[in-house]
């Protein structure tokens, strides 16, 4: 499991770097979020949650049951729209209220 980022979405915010329990990621010298050991990133998706603008996505492999598809987090409010994109570009979202406890 890994994630990938899109240095041009990224508008160097830092949430990322903040939210990554394994201290992975740091801002370049372009200010944009990069990630370094990749190999032991372990797929929390704290910094796929965080990103206010969906420019890191996690990939689904086989082993997560998503075949290839990539998984981003669009917030709204207190709202978080899980969005999967699969392989042959269907999406599916699931939304959580952050205020859920038992959810979140
Ligand atoms: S998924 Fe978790 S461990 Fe991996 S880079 Fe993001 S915050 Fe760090
Ligand atoms: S949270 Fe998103 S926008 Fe902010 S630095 Fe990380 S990748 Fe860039």
């Known amino acids: ?10 508008i160097g ?4 770097a ?3 329990p394994g201290t992975l990621i740091q801002l370049d010298d372009k200010g944009k ?3 370094s050991r990749i190999e032991r990133c372990w797929g929390c998706a704290s910094c796929v949650k965080e990103c206010p ?3 890191i996505a996690m990939f689904l492999g086989e082993d997560m049951g998503g075949l290839g598809g990539k998984l981003t987090v669009g917030r709204e409010n ?3 729209h899980w969005i999967i994109t699969k392989p042959d570009g269907d999406t599916q979202i699931l939304t959580v209220d952050s205020r859920d406890p038992n959810k979140y």
Not at 1 to 7: A, C, L, W
Not at 13 to 16: E, H, M, T, Y
């Open 78 to 80: 207190t709202l978080l």
């Open 18 to 20: 903040k939210s990554c």
């Open 13 to 16: 915010c830092g949430q990322c």
């Open 1 to 10: 499991m890994s994630i990938e980022i899109s240095q041009d979405v990224c």
């Open 53 to 55: 603008v969906q420019a």
């Open 33 to 35: 979020a990069c990630i």
